[in-house]
């Protein structure tokens, strides 16, 4: 069984500039997450979809973040414009069913430089 | 807000040692607490879980964690560490639908 892919691994931008992370889930996984990893810290919570909807996006910071995810599959974060400060891991998650179920799959992540 | 809190930040031992790492968590209540584990150029991957039950937990590669209610603990513990246990640990809470992560803790572990 295929697990969560995201692409690109690695990307190095200059400040101001946009950036895109693309993620593909487990097959038949309605729940889909965006984590932000800082070096030497655990995940933190952009967004959380079920299925199409953004339902927790809180910690979101929607000035220059914004997330899709088209027909409840694949989903793109994007960074618009991109701050020195936002140079992380940007990890992506899905499950099966709800939380509950105890258990988040996750990529491998994608490291972003901003310089 | 639940917070998830790692005694160690980096811990090395030697093969055959024994492992005690600590995680505490900010508030009670019913909770469902978690280990993960990232193998250097891996991905996160689930060690154990507790939700109910014996709070004696065993995982995967002969890791267990004990729940301590009145502590709000979680520590994982294993009886002898190998050198691919080299890995970086967290812990995590269910927080509503959200799971929130602990800092980790590097562990290295010697030939």
């Known amino acids: 069984e295929a697990g969560v892919v995201q692409s690109p691994r690695y990307k190095i931008i200059e400040k101001k500039q946009p950036v895109a992370f693309w993620c593909n889930p487990i097959?038949?996984?309605?729940?889909l997450y965006w984590y932000l990893q800082n070096l030497g810290q655990g995940p933190e919570l952009l967004i959380r979809y079920e299925n199409e909807e953004a339902v927790d996006d809180s910690q979101l910071p929607k000035d220059r973040f914004s997330a899709e995810r088209l027909k409840g599959v694949d989903s793109t974060l994007k960074i618009q414009p991109a701050e020195l400060g936002d140079s992380a891991v940007y990890l992506c998650a899905s499950s099966l069913g709800l939380v509950s179920t105890g258990e988040l799959f996750f990529g491998e992540g994608s490291r972003l430089t901003v310089l | 807000a639940q917070s998830v809190s790692q005694h160690n930040h980096h811990v090395i031992l030697s093969e055959a040692a024994s492992l005690e790492l600590g995680c505490n968590y900010s508030y009670g209540g019913t909770v469902n607490l978690f280990w993960y584990v990232q193998y250097p150029g891996q991905h996160l991957q689930l060690l154990l879980k507790y939700f109910s039950g014996d709070p004696l937990v065993k995982g995967i590669k002969g890791f267990e964690a004990e729940f301590i209610k009145s502590k709000f603990s979680f520590n994982l513990r294993k009886p002898s560490v190998q050198w691919s246990d080299t890995a970086e640990y967290f812990c995590a809470v269910i927080q509503g639908q959200n799971f929130v992560f602990g800092p980790g803790t590097r562990l290295s572990v010697l030939p």
């Open positions: 097959s038949g996984h309605n729940t």
